[in-house]
């Protein structure tokens, strides 16, 4: 193993496997998480811009799952599975995300709430099982761009929540 050079940053063992997206988010940490937990909420602003979901069933639990079909602008649709492999309200949620159940390209992810003041720090920290799967994602399915676009409704509708909240 070669020897670090003096200074040089620490460089993750997966890190050629990993897409990190992050945002502040002008909200209540228990909101954003609340709004990442829920059927309700999810489905108003889950996915890039131009995008909609539907839910074919969703139990938020550790081993529960979220089925559900990603409608893209174009019409195609994408068959999604997620499965909760940990949560901390409302710290932390990590996941395995795929096409289905079996999936054998399904990724691993791991999203952190931190206090920024009266904001939230939202991390998606996603693992993907080879490079080549990461690149794949990143070059034909624009997942890094699709990523800042989905934090950034996440953020549109938190907001939006609190502003009608503060009305009512």
Known sequence: ?????????????????????????????????????????????????????????????????????LHGPDGTDYQEWITWTGIVPPEEIALLHGEARDDPNAFESVITFALDGAATRIEMRTLFPTRELRDEAVEKYHVIEGGRQTLSNLAAYVTETIRKENED
């Open 1 to 69: 193993m070669a020897a670090k050079e003096r200074g040089a940053p620490a460089r993750s063992a997966t890190a050629d496997r990993e897409i990190v997206v992050s945002r502040v988010i002008d909200a209540p940490r228990e909101l954003v998480f609340e709004a990442f937990t829920e059927v309700r909420h999810l489905s108003r602003w889950w996915g890039p811009e131009g995008f909609t979901t539907t839910t074919r069933s969703f139990e938020f639990r550790i081993g529960g799952e979220w089925d559900f079909v």
